[in-house]
């Protein structure tokens, strides 16, 4: 779901549930080896350059799409809560350094022996980029890191 906060500010909310304990989908999220193995949309692959999983750590990711140029994702940890939460700041890295930093907080919600996986991603903005960081975010939850867990 994409909610406008102001004119300059999109929110994008997804969620989605998974069949894996909530400890074990923290570390698909916070150990560079495995979040190389899924991060990013499907038929992408990721370099993980950086990732200093800590309040105040950085990390800088290469996104590299099955054609073209590579991606570059960098930022910084603000809030780190085992097994519970991450929120990171977010920033495409290019030429002209157009794309404001936003941020997100991903939520691991115990469902029972599941994980329900909540993404909200702030300060996007402008809609069309909301829309591009959904449907990126779409492919990651539903494809790739359903898929590293199938």
């Known amino acids: ?7 300059q500010n999109y929110v994008l909310e997804l969620s989605k549930t998974y069949s894996v304990k909530t400890d074990r989908m923290y570390q698909a ?32 990711f290469a996104m590299n799409p099955p054609e073209g140029e590579a991606k570059v994702l960098v930022g910084r940890y603000e809030e ?13 890295e290019d030429a002209d350094n157009a794309f404001p930093e936003t941020k997100v907080t991903v939520q691991f919600v115990d469902q029972d022996g599941s994980t329900e996986v909540k993404v909200t991603h702030e300060q996007l903005p402008s809609e069309e980029a909301a829309e591009g960081h959904n449907q990126g975010w779409s492919s990651s939850l539903e494809g790739s890191l359903k898929n590293y867990f199938a």
């Open 80 to 92: 780190v809560l085992q097994n519970e939460k991450l929120v990171f700041t977010w920033k495409w």
């Open 1 to 7: 779901m994409i909610t406008m906060q102001t004119e």
């Open 29 to 60: 999220w916070t150990s560079a080896e495995e979040l190389a193995k899924w991060w990013g949309p499907e038929g992408y692959t990721t370099t993980i350059e950086k990732m200093e999983v800590e309040v105040g750590g950085e990390y800088k």
